[in-house]
């Protein structure tokens, strides 16, 4: 018994231990560290799976693909129909020949790896899927193509020139076994797709299988024209949890363990922004990259210093710069790959230099910084939950970069490179295009990253260069190098480039695959032929329409090239590139879909429907009824309208942009509950989207919800960075309607901020001013003010008498509101002016002679004026005991009186108005 029970025991240590190792090998391979390995006593290069691992994480995923492969002889003499046959067949032979999970995972990553060398970053592999899989030669690559349709999702076909796509749809195929999950190739398309991954109850193996398989199928969606199906469901549900990290960590020895949790948790908020980017959702990417940053402890702000640029500059100017520093600690987490960087064109110009030359920060005044002092809102300090936390003011910097050479600045660590460049991505995509203050931000961002001492990493400084080219082809004076760049980048990955027009470098200085790879599945995804047709969008915005459509036909990227043609107005030959297009791939929904758009025909829209359910074609659709053309003879019909966009949002959810149109139709048709739930799901895909809040309130006063509209506002204004007037307007009137009178008042100031540029004095809303003043003056004014004033009477205050007096001209009502508050302040003196002020705005008024409605406004105003006089003049002044308010107040009444008399005598002499002068002349 007792060795029965040993061996039990034993044989219970070595799963554990076995176990622990299979978690620290995939933890490995996961982070890309190969020297998380080496440093495990436990791990044997004799090992299978070490060896396996070591091979992926060198660059040989192709020899291991080969060496798995080869002997199995997957395809060969094998013929399949269609799509759905070929998925059933490597879903059964994957199984038989593959059943341990740990090398069933190990094949799916090194299948992934070898299709993303492949097509992503070069060099190609040697061997070809064809080759491997011993595919027979009459086949004529059916294989590949029934992959590519495999991987296309609801219309949209998946990239038709991308290599060995077959590798990519084995991977997803594996992954998919080893984690239980319903097949997205095989009825995969019902249901909500969401994944689970409580922490305690997940294998750490099976979670890793779930990380690579939201890897891959990020590759899978960068394969497609725009993110679809249920594929972003699937990513966005696996990264959007950390338990993904701690069911892996849970297993991992506990010497290392808090060391590769870190660096996990790192990697999982870096792909979580990624999965952002990817499924257009990029407003959910700040939680994410507050975290990170706070993991690696990467210190940065945007701030200003002065710069020179041109050779001839004799002053510098204020210019943006990034100051960023990594912490200590992270640097030694590095695992460098010693690398041959990419080449970075100079821009050899008789007038820019190749980089700013900076200032010391510390040598420029404080206040010429950024920004002038009279403009300086007075909100001290740095935000650091902000894309980029600016420091206006030289004391926001924090002292370690203060300290920095903004020339000589410190490399980063690889980790903290590419979170500033995720941010970039985030800036992008959430800012109008070609806005020179969010260029010159990029700018910034592009110069820390490539401008710093020390190793630089493949991936990182050829991503960095591409984005600066970018930026510069949209400025003349640097577009030249920003084209032989980008040329320069698409022909370095070595892929399927047949012509060179840059001379290639020393052939003995080529970049291993596995440096290339480093950090891939970090940043987003752009596949060789993206870059290819960024650079052929490039040509297209210089006029060279000819290059760029010629770049799209060799990337058999029709649908762009056709797109290409209806941007210049060439809407005939659009037409039929399309109709080739659709002649020769009949099942091409997206190309039915924008051929309906140039036609404007829903026919072709409703056949892109059926044929691929793409969803694009019921946006089209919905559009249509919505507005459609006066040729039609259709007039708006918003039940057909919402059906199709019912349609498209029940097969992609996460489209923003469609969940607005909805809402917004329903709100214009009444369907306010339907208004309710759009909007709901705008502000769960953005909540800074300050008018799906401000629409979302609409929906609920129409309900009679007023607290919850309320709740919705505040979050709209908390948001609203273009302070638009109509949302503090609806937070005003909703805030009155609750009594919330504090709201009210901060609604009615803003308004007044707002619009007094642009409206004057009608910004004031009069009757929401006479009931605050109302308010206020109905309490006693405290005999020790300001000690014992309220907040709401100190801001009320403050508005009425400070704010709303530098706005006020003409309008009188305004003006007896002021005095109302000044009396109530015990203030005669100031009030008396009021009056003056009143009766002067009214005085002036060149209509006073013509107009008699103005004529009697101003006796008004005089009579106000003689009563002000005779009820105050008499009290006591502002110096105190002894001083009157107006001590000649009868002189000034009758005087007032005599030149209103004498302007309207012409004019007035039968008047009422005449009477009612005549008669305080008379009382005085």
Known sequence: MELLELFVRFRALTTICQSKM???????????????????????????????VNSILKGCQADLVSELLDPIRLLDGKSFCNGQELFEFLNAELVKHFPSKSDALLLAVALLQLFVQNNYTGPAASSSAHTVLHESN???GKAHALSVCLLSVFGQPAYELCDDAIYLVMSIILLEQITEQQSLFSGGNEGSGVVEIPASETPALVACAHWW???????QLSLLPEPSGLQPIVVSSILGSVDLVYAISKELPSHLKSSLEKQLGVIYYLENVKCSLATNTEHLCLPSLTKVQKLTGLQFVLTGARAKRTKYQQEARSGLIILAKSSPSSTNIEDEKDSLSPESFELNSDVLLERPIFQSIGDEPIDDQIVKRRKFDGEAGLDEEKLLPVALRQEDIPLDLRELDPNEQPALTNYDNAQLLLRLYVIRQTSPAQNPLVEEELSAILGRVLYQSGKKNWTLFSRALWERSVVETT????????????????????IKIKTRMLPQGDVNEKVESNVRMSLIHQLPFMPRWSLDAKLAEKYMSVGILRSAVDIYERLGMLCEAALCHAAVGDEKTAESILAKRIEDNEHDARALSILGDIRQDPNLWLKSWEIGKYVNAKNSLARYYYNPPSSSGLTKDYNACLKHLNESLSLYPLAFDTWYFYGCIGLECGKTDLAAEAFTR???LDDTHSLSWSNLSAAYIEQGKLKEAHSCLSKAIGSDSQNNWRIWDNFMLVSMKLNMWGDVLLA??????????????FSIDLPVVEKLVELLVTSDFPSNAPERLSHFQSSCMEFICDILPTVVTTNSRCWNQVARVELWRKRPWAALECYEKEYRAMSHNPDLEFDEKVWNQTVDACDDLVAAYESLGVMEGKHGEGSLVCKDWKYKARSTIKSLMSRGKNNWEDSDGWERLLEMRRNL
Do not use: W, Y
């Open 138 to 140: 009459d086949s004529d």
């Open 213 to 219: 398989r939201a890897r891959a199928l990020l590759v």
């Open 475 to 494: 400025k003349a004076k640097t577009i030249e190098r920003g084209l032989l760049q980008m040329q320069s980048l698409v022909e370095e990955m070595e």
């Open 22 to 52: 299979e978690a620290v090998l995939h933890t490995a391979l996961l982070l890309d560290k190969g020297d998380i390995i080496k440093s495990t006593p436990a791990a044997h290069s004799d090992d299978k799976t070490v060896r396996f």
């Open 682 to 684: 705008c502000v769960s």
């Open 748 to 761: 009615c100031r803003k308004l007044v901020e707002i619009r007094k540029n642009k409206v004057g004095e």
